[in-house]
C-alpha cells in the first residue's frame, strides 16, 4: 500500500514562497491554559506574518501568552501542500501598526479590526504529499 | 465600509453536516507547554472526530494533554465557511479502535499510521463569512 515517497519536504525558501503566494490560514494559540484555533488572514512581511484582528480572545490569547503556531495549506485531486509554523506573536503599536497600512493586507470579511499582530517565525516545515483518492472519482460531481 | 451582516453563526447541526461534508482540517495541540497546530484527515463518528497518526510528536502532543482544538473550512471567491472546535482526544485500542475500519477514514496519504485517536467535542462554532476580494477580479486568471 505504501508508495516510494509520497510526501516531499519543502526547503524554507518554498515555504515563505507558499506563504507568500496565499493569504489564508489558521492561527493557533493558547487561551487560559487551552488551545484555541482561529481562522485569519495574513501577509508575509520581511520574516514575519502580519494580520489584523480585533479585541476578543484571539488578541487576548496572544498578549498573555505570545507562543502560537500556523498552518496555510492548498490542495487538488492529486496535492496536498501544507506549512505549518511556530513563533511568537506580538501586538505593533505606533509607527509599526502605521507601517501596515501599507501592506497588501487584504481582510477577506468586512469587519472592523483594529489591532495589529506580527507573528515572528521560530521554526517552519512544510511538506507536500501526494494524494490517493480513488473515491475521488467515484464522485458524481 | 462594513456590510451589514457579513458574518453569519452556524447552528450546532449546521456544524456537524459541514463536518461531515469534509475530510481534512487541522488539529491544534499541546506539546511541552508548545502549541502547535498539523493537518489531518479525520471522520466524524456520532458526536466525536476520528483520525489516526503515526508515532509522533501530534501523538504524544495529545497523549501527554488531551486538550485540543480543532478546524475545517472551505471558501469561495464570495463565501467561506470555518467551524473551529475544541475537545479532549484520547486514544482507542482494542475493540473501539477496530470498529474505525469501518467508518469512512480515507487518509489522502499512504503513509502508514497505526493509531486511532477520537475527539469529543466540548465546544464547536461555525461561521460563514460573505467576502469582499475585489482584487479576485483583477487576477490574470
Not at 496555510?72 to 505606533?94: I, K, M, N, Q, Y
Not at 483594529?114 to 494524494?131: C, K, Y
Request: aromatic residues 8%.
Amino acid at each position: 500500500m505504501l508508495d516510494d515517497n509520497p510526501v516531499t519536504d519543502l526547503t524554507q525558501d518554498q515555504c515563505w514562497d507558499f506563504l507568500g503566494q496565499h493569504e489564508f490560514g489558521r492561527l493557533a494559540f493558547h487561551l487560559a491554559g487551552e488551545v484555541h484555533i482561529t481562522p485569519v488572514n495574513y501577509v508575509v512581511d520581511g520574516q514575519r506574518l502580519i494580520f489584523r484582528t480585533a479585541e476578543g480572545n484571539k488578541l487576548l490569547g496572544v498578549t498573555m501568552n505570545n507562543d502560537v503556531a500556523f498552518e496555510a495549506d492548498e490542495f487538488t485531486d492529486t496535492e496536498a501542500t501544507s506549512v505549518v509554523l511556530r513563533g511568537s506573536a506580538e501586538t505593533l503599536e505606533g509607527d509599526e501598526a502605521d507601517a501596515v497600512d501599507h501592506l497588501p493586507l487584504r481582510p477577506w470579511v468586512a469587519t472592523t479590526k483594529l489591532v495589529v499582530v506580527a507573528i515572528t517565525v521560530s521554526e517552519m516545515s512544510g511538506r507536500r504529499f501526494a494524494l490517493h483518492k480513488p473515491w475521488a472519482h467515484m464522485r458524481s460531481q
